[in-house]
């Protein structure tokens, strides 16, 4: 399955501080793209970053690219409690009919 | 320009029961997408469309299952004789093309008692 896994599955920080999060894939890409999703809501999307890129900034947030390792991270700076939420990695097929999620990491930031 | 709009947000359906789930994409979106999603899980995909078109349904189970995306209208996932096992949210997304960000719409919520 192409599907991501984001690590860790949950992550637990203190306002502030910074948070990173993971996911690997296993097969060629054209984008990945990482989503946010407050509880019970819908996804947000965040950042969609391309497989010739290795590095992309929005705002505190800052998405890289391993294509050789199959894998990306996101890390989120000064972390605020409003950021507390599940962030999704979703990654395509070749043919960008699909995009598979992964089972995403819960993020709590404490205040 | 208002977001993807789905509706109901909340469904109960008794066991045999029809589930009908609507999607409105974004103005200019003819891409939508169907994800289900269980609790603590990931998005699971299930259905692309395009305009009068299924492009690839490969997530969908091949029965009691439906989708459609007409000329007019908003796309409909179309669930007969729900089972327990429907129970979860339904979200559904629009992309102005394929490979792009998806919008994702606030989810439907179906619960099968």
């Known amino acids: 399955s192409q599907q991501g896994e984001e690590d860790p599955q949950a992550l637990s920080i203190q306002e502030g501080e910074n948070a990173t999060m993971n996911c690997s894939y296993k097969?060629?890409?054209?984008?990945l793209q990482w989503y946010r999703q407050n509880s019970g809501r819908g996804l947000v999307h965040l950042i969609l970053?391309?497989?010739?890129?290795r590095e992309k900034h929005s705002g505190r947030l800052r998405v890289t690219l391993d294509t050789s390792k199959k894998s990306s991270s996101l890390l989120i700076t000064a972390s605020r409690a409003a950021d507390t939420a599940s962030y999704f990695c979703a990654t395509d097929a070749n043919t960008g009919n699909q995009f598979y999620f992964g089972t995403g990491t819960s993020l709590t930031v404490i205040p | 320009n208002a977001g993807v709009m789905q509706n109901p947000r909340h469904l109960v359906r008794r066991r045999g029961q029809e589930a009908r789930l609507r999607c409105s994409p974004m103005?200019?979106?003819?891409?939508v997408y169907w994800y289900r999603q269980l609790p603590e899980e990931g998005l699971k995909f299930m259905v692309y469309l395009q305009k009068e078109n299924i492009i690839d349904e490969s997530g969908m189970p091949k029965e009691r299952f439906s989708a459609e995306f007409p000329k007019e209208g908003p796309s409909i996932l179309r669930i007969q004789q729900v089972v327990r096992g429907d129970s979860a949210a339904y979200f559904c997304a629009s992309s102005p093309a394929s490979n792009l960000e998806q919008y994702f719409g606030p989810g439907t919520r179906l619960t099968v008692t």
């Open positions: 097969t060629s890409i054209n984008n």
């Open positions: 103005k200019g979106h003819s891409h």
């Open positions: 970053i391309r497989s010739n890129e």
